[in-house]
């Protein structure tokens, strides 16, 4: 068991899969922990911890690897398994430092750490560091060794046991990400109200936050691996193309070339715009004089704009964000056709950028 502690949604789900391979591999049941929605502009105003089903089948997850929900877990199998007294937390010594005593692992420090643990009503009674191994299969053996389950339970972590972003042997595990019967039956019904097919969806990722992360790449202080990108420029660095400024934060000018590129090319009747602040709808409606309806829904769970990206008829995405990559993921699963701003062919850079 694990907490999602590391951002939002689409960084929480590039290490759930990386997670339920782990878990895999050492031959475990993942307890699959509630994805951390972090409500800060509007009620509750903090943290809300959604169970993994409310948004995904957890018995799909079964056709991989034995799973159970971490709520169910707790309710049903910790007292007899896992009871108060007998509850380690498991982390890397270099995380241990940042206690106080300098061996203890940092479990409920901060946020949303704490607030995390205390919705699995969890208190630690002591832990057990580990250095010089990392969550691959290279080192199976010495998990297997070092935590046999006999003596070692649960192996609870701060964080997930995986790497970000995923990495390309755990693509494919997207298959067992299956949307729950109230997400499918609420998307079509948004689908069929508001959207004429074919439709072209578009993630536009030009927020502040993102801004300032952007200039990174022209500072020099990222390279082409820079978040998400390996699924646009590739996993090898060795070979990876090199990632551009407007592959990171396409400018309005982008955004209108591509989107009349794949609306003449799809023959779309309407576009939908998921975005994390402007949508340039307006912009967006002048480029097509009225003729292609634009629909953005600014949903209350991102979730519900996943969903209506993943059917779109085409998907242009962002190649740095983690949140496009969840849609990558599952389009190339049903093989659906995606491509990225600045990136006309996922893995071929336009011409002119070169």
Known sequence: MYCPCMGRFGNQADHFLGSLAFAKMLNRTLAVPPWIVYRHHAPPYTNVHVPYSEFFQLEALSAYHRVVSLEAFMEQLAPKHWPPGQRSAYCFETAAQRSADKKSCPMKDGNPFGPFWDYVGVEFDKSVLFGGISFGAYHQHQWMKKFPPSEHPVLAMPGAPAQFPVIEEHLGLQRYVVWSDGMVKEGEEHIAAQLSRPYVGIHLRIGIDWQNACKML?????????????QCVGYNRQTALPLTITMCLPDLSEIRRALKLWVRKTSARSIYIATDSESHSREIEKLFKGKVKVVTLQPDSAQMDLYILGQAD?????????????????????????????????????????
């Open 218 to 230: 022209q500072s020099g202080d990222a390279g082409p691996h820079f978040m998400a990108s390996p």
């Open 314 to 354: 085409h998907f242009i995405g962002n190649c740095v964000s983690s949140f496009s990559a969840f849609v990558k993921r599952e389009r190339d699963i049903h093989g659906r056709p995606s491509s990225f701003f600045g990136m006309d062919k996922p893995g071929k850079v336009k011409k002119e950028e070169l």
